[in-house]
């Protein structure tokens, strides 16, 4: 499998500055636990730069008890649960989640099944340019790269990293 990076900081900072660029969502189908379909952006986002509050202010606001913890502390969303009422990305006091992940109707021609090498190739096609590449680095995780799963890295902020500068 070709082994690609996803740039979320750089992303991330075009959202802020108020770029209309837009990913494509990247979606792995062979993944196990992806409860509902589980755009890998979304994953990143919880595995690195939430925050994983320990009242998590997230699961409490949502009214369709569609948030909860693993055995890590990360949260996952059910897809299938969730209305898209976006209460957890307002309470958030962290801005962790982009508001795109919540769409009440997606819009499944823009979903990717990185596992195909034909929507791979269409997934970097589709992305803004210097957002995704392929790459043949490993992970790195003092320079932010890291392996969301085989295939998939990461340039993110790590919510460890985040804590210290709380
Ligand atoms: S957007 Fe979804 S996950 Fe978030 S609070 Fe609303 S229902 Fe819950
Ligand atoms: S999404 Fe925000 S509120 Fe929820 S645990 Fe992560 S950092 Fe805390």
């Known amino acids: 499998m070709s082994k690609i990076l996803i740039d979320l900081i750089k992303y991330r900072d075009c959202v802020v500055s108020g770029c209309d660029k837009k990913l494509p969502e990247g979606i ?3 993944f196990p636990e992806r409860d509902g379909l589980k755009p890998i952006r979304e994953m990143a ?3 690195f730069s939430c925050r ?3 009242d998590a202010p997230c699961i409490e606001v949502c009214p369709e008890e569609a948030l909860k ?3 890590n502390g990360m949260i996952i ?3 299938n649960l969730c209305v898209a009422c976006k209460s957890c990305v307002s ?3 962290f801005g962790t989640m982009m508001t795109d992940f919540y769409e009440y109707k997606r819009d499944e021609s823009r979903y990717f099944d990185l596992n195909k090498s034909s929507e791979l190739e269409q997934f970097i096609n589709e992305s803004p340019e210097g957002f995704v590449q392929y790459t043949e680095q490993d992970k790195d995780e003092d320079n932010n790269i890291f392996e969301l799963m085989p295939g998939v890295l990461v340039c993110d902020h790590s919510w460890e990293e985040l804590k210290k500068l709380k």
């Open 28 to 30: 792995i189908s062979t």
């Open 52 to 54: 994983r509050c320990e």
């Open 77 to 79: 969303r059910s897809t």
């Open 69 to 71: 913890k693993d055995q």
């Open 45 to 47: 986002v919880f595995a």
């Open 91 to 93: 309470i958030c006091p």
